[in-house]
């Protein structure tokens, strides 16, 4: 049984609710914002064909997570802007942050979603270089699952680190900065 999720965030003096269910007649996941009862925007993503009720299941639980913390940083707009039905007209390939999880107190585990026209993109190569303020290097390079997602483990640092993140499938590429913040305490 796939199940939706919701979530309140106060933000810049602003109560959002998040809700993120899985449309299954379409199939696609879709995330909503709404303040004071109405509905600001979505995000909606389509789901692979073959999609096992547990991968979409994480699939719904990381979009959640991403829409929630793009919401809680102030950045409502671009959570609500980048749409599937945006993604598929322009055919483009695009890499995601989903998330992370810290795994020691010198390592955290970062989670990449890779979308191809708006769908999920397996088997696609993601690589990835990091860069402080005192050293820069590069991260393993991995392939999505079947889902579309990656993992990456990075060893954080004292400071906020850049991480450039390059995703290539079927002879297209893409690439997206990030700005890690160090949890390092």
């Not at 299941?57 to 950045?75: D, P, T």
Request: glycine letters at 8%.
């Amino acid at each position: 049984m796939i199940f939706g999720f919701n979530t309140d965030i106060a933000a810049s003096g602003t109560v959002y609710h998040v809700q993120t269910e899985v449309r299954e007649q379409e199939p696609r996941l879709e995330s909503q914002v709404f303040v004071r009862g109405r509905c600001i925007g979505k995000r909606a993503v389509v789901l692979p064909p073959d999609a096992e009720e547990e991968e979409v299941q994480e699939l719904a639980r990381a979009q959640h997570r991403w829409v929630v913390e793009a919401v809680r940083g102030g950045f409502v707009g671009d959570a609500l802007n980048e749409t599937a039905s945006n993604r598929e007209q322009a055919e483009e390939l695009v890499v995601e942050l989903l998330g992370s999880q810290r795994v020691s107190a010198d390592h955290v585990v970062l989670r990449f979603r890779v979308l191809s026209g708006g769908y999920v993109a397996g088997k696609a190569e993601i690589a990835a270089r990091w860069k402080i303020e005192s050293a820069a290097g590069e991260l393993e390079t991995v392939f999505t699952n079947d889902a579309g997602v990656a993992e990456m483990r990075f060893a954080l640092a004292d400071g906020p680190a850049e991480l450039e993140v390059k995703a290539r499938l079927e002879g297209r590429e893409t690439t997206r900065r990030f700005r890690i913040k160090s949890a390092k305490t």
